[in-house]
């Protein structure tokens, strides 16, 4: 079983920055893919971000050249550093993990929200 906590929601201008943090917990887990899922309102749940263990990375198109994911292995966690932020961003943003095992995991979510 693995446990994901999620912090650094909030809310945020237009093109302001905020970071995102998942950490994972666990016993006798390892995770192979990190990342972020966000569900805007009104929309289906849609991928931010992902890192596997070895680092390759992959980022839904809208938000290219935005957003960074990164994961620190030793710590189990992975963050989001989201910039220039739009109101399209506003969303819960959930913290995924896949474990080598194909076990997925979810967070509770953070909200994040871009007022305009």
């Known amino acids: 079983q693995v446990q994901l906590v999620e912090s650094g929601g909030g809310l945020v201008q237009t093109g302001g920055s905020l970071r995102l943090s998942c950490a994972a917990s666990?016993?006798?887990?390892?995770?192979?893919?990190m990342g972020w899922y966000r569900h805007p309102p009104g929309k289906q749940r849609e991928l931010v971000a992902v890192?596997?263990?070895?680092?390759?990375?992959n980022y839904a198109d809208s938000v290219k050249g935005r957003f960074t994911i990164a994961r620190d292995n030793a710590k189990n966690t992975v963050y989001l550093q989201m910039n220039s932020l739009k109101p399209e961003d506003s969303a819960v943003y959930y913290c995924?993990?896949?474990?080598?095992?194909?076990?997925?995991?979810w967070g509770q979510g953070t909200q994040v929200t871009v007022s305009s």
């Open positions: 890192v596997t263990s070895g680092g390759r990375t």
């Open positions: 995924n993990a896949l474990t080598a095992a194909s076990y997925t995991y």
């Open positions: 666990g016993s006798d887990f390892s995770i192979y893919v």
